[in-house]
């Protein structure tokens, strides 16, 4: 008799009703309620964080469905983006989207839907159909400005790659489980463990099997080489999706990334295994991450595109502690995208509300905004300096934790890599502030904020604050997730 | 230890940073008096800790005002954990008096007056934070975070290429730490339990680190702490920054920041990796060397005053590192410190009196001015005091740490520096000579009646500032036995952990 154990899927039940509802809503109040709309999709996400700290810890549906510390903890970090992305989009939802604003918030929440069973997918049918239904929701929101011609064309360009590295992912996929004949996880483990030990070496169809699902996973994270959609997407997409594009959905990648490759394919991250050392081949393309997005972000002009190419480079060190295998580098990953989590969507946040008041994305628009905006000017800072790795703020503790799951794991040329591109990074992050706060010129733009938006923005300086000064409960919550696989 | 000053002295002018960024900005008087106010409690418990480990502790190499080591982030075993000893206590004294008449000298700022001295603070909390902490996390995190305000403090208030010297900067120093880094974390992993205590490390690295990674370990720590110096060749960020810097962070840059790279050879490079000092001592002489002659050449050549003062840094930082490279000599090391703290004291008034005239007539051209003695009588002592200061003349500090550095690395038992040390004694007759230049054509000759009749003396606000500079640097010129006192013990302690 299976136990399906529908308690532990309360939260995600709720915000799938709470999505509808607030659909239905918004087409019985005539959409004349943009604000109140809004609230209530920022209230269902808090109280489904609740609900998901009250109904928590445990297994559903077979070993289908997860509810373990890994998934939990990277819930929050799905539902916090959601928040702080639906937040700042109130000034979107009044002013340049006049039809379908329950639609917006409801995507939003049912691509949060997605993320959630995704964490929790033991494996791997319940885990790609959980991508999907991240993603579907996300190339209509990227294509929300529907008169905007960039707007359309992200949207499409994103449905495009993203139908395809799914096909990729899935073919991969079924090589696994034609392996393994399995598709949970855990089985998966043991079988190709066992295959390997009887037929001495698997051979060239689990290469084959690594390579589709990294190709996969990887255009869902913008890793190098699986990039090149993610400026244009990132730059056409309304800023508040941009967000939730390049913190939930990758947060969502890095867990479908570890679901299958630090458990189903552990052992196989070592460089024995050569030529099927995952390890290897990932440090290689997170090494071409963290070159060619730092790089290619200090030519940019757009503070959208220069954000994309800076989430390009991050997943590159998060992916350093991916590569390590090990306690601490689950843990720092952990760390890191909740880390990422404030720094990214405050920026977003940051440039969204640029954008609602002048209309512009382009950085040298920035200039003297520290004079008219001292506070948003400040936070902005704070975000960019946080992501750029500069003590106390919390972005320097996440990049210490995962360079030393680097170093532990004898990947040291990698961190060595790592750290100097973190040097490049800085220049393209300080010249958003030299712009606010060395140029001369000063246009005197004064920063209408929404209350929703500056809640968004506190709540992002304030993690990096508390967190970087005192990182230690989420550090320690964070290498709770590793426990999960039995390191 | 009750009281916990060190704690005090680091969160007091954080407090301060914060306090004063939440003060109305029109009110600038208050915002000036309010710093000054946060500035100066540091500055006297600098002065008290320095009286209380002179008279209680400085004939031990032990480590007093001993805060923790207590639990911060327990998975990578990071502590808050502080104290101070005898290199440590100059350099808090330096600190604590520099940064409180930076803020006395930066009075007359009046763009964005409010942010300038909330960074300003935060600035100095950091400085007191790298000269104190005992755990490598926390050092590491207190050296990052000057980089921030120090970024702004040039990028905002500075001269006309004020861009690119603040960017400049903080690549510079960015690039140096994270070689640092990478040096932590293979120590960290090295050391067994892992640990990030200073003073472990200190203790059990040379049992445990093979021979080839500790050279790499040290070669880590030596760009990070060689680039903040900075050590031939890595000087290029140093003329941008302390040129375009308003004149109380040339101040601070000169006076305590540079320091903190020599601070970080001798409290962690020096006897953490013995073999590995033993092994690069001779180049680093060299480098020494290098800079001495180097820097004062190029000051020679300068026609702007500040950029003179500035390169004139690199030539005097090139005694310590000569002092360095003689890691077996007390009385080298000795020197080295006593270079530091000189330095400061005269470097830093050097920077102020050249402010307090650009203040006035706008320009830093040597050329532009002439017979400014006739004119300005008080401005023209301080400034030949300090001249003469700079150039090592007997009586003042400056001479005193030459002559300890010289004596010291001459005779050495290891490694032979004789050469090398004569070499370097060419470096004071070129300094004597820049100086001199200087001094004859800005203050000596004919007084350009009609250019200059505007300028005024300087004021009673820019004496306080620069007076007790020149107190000290007569009084430790004189009598430099209680600043010897305080460093002897630990700096014998630290040539005998040298010579494992």
New interface residues.
Partial sequence: MPDYNLRLIIPEIFLFLWALFIIAFDLGTKRKNPKLIGYLTMGGIAATAVLLYLYHGGISFNNMFKSDPLALFFKVIFLGSAFMAVGSSFDIIAQKIKNHRGEFFGLVLFSTVGMMFLASAGELISLYIGLELTTIPLFILAAYYKDDRISVEAGLKYMVIGAFSSAILLYGLSLLYGLSGTTDIVMMKINLALLYLNTNGIGWALLMAIVMVLAGIGFKLALVPFHMWAPDVYQGAPTPITALLSVGSKAAGVVAFMRIFIDGLYGFADAVMFPLDWGNIVAVLAAAAMILGNISALRQKNIKRMLAYSSIAQIGYVMVGMVAVSE?GV?SVGYYMFIYLFANMGAFAVATIFNDNTGSDSIASYAGLSKSSPMISAFMAIFL?SLAG???LAG??AK??V??AG??AGY?WL??LA??T??VS??YY?NVI?MM??APDNPTIKLNTPLSANIVLIIGVAGLIIFGV???PI??FA?DTARVFGF | MDFPILTYMIFIPLFGFIAVMFLPKEKHTLIRWASAFFSFIPMILSFYLTYIYYFNYSGSADMVFVEGPFSWIAPIKAHYYLGADGISVPMLFLTGLLSFLSILASFNITNRVKEYFSFFLLLESGMIGVFCALDFFLFYVFWEVMLVPMYFLIGVWGGPRKEYAAIKFFLYTLFGSIFMLVAILILYFTSDPHTLNMLELIQTTPGVMGHSLQLLCFAFLFVAFAIKVPVWPFHTWLPDAHVEAPTAVSVILAGVLLKMGTYGMLRISWPMFPEATRFFAVPIAILGLIAIIYGALVSMAQKDLKKLVAYSSVSHMGYCMLALGAYSSVTAISGCMFQMFSHGLITGALFLLVGVLYDRAHTREIAAFGGLGSKLPVFTGLMVLFSMAALGLPGMSGFVSEFMVFIGAFTAPAPDLMIITALAVLGVVLTAAYMLRMVQRVFLGEFNSEKWSGLTEINVREVLTVAPLALLTILIGVYPSPLTNIMKATLENLVNLMAR
């Fill in positions: 601490l843990g300096l500069i003590p106390p320097f503790a210490f934790f360079f030393a170093i532990q040291t961190v060595i750290l100097l973190a040097v800085l220049y300080a030299k706060y060395f005192y990182p230690e550090l320690n290498l």
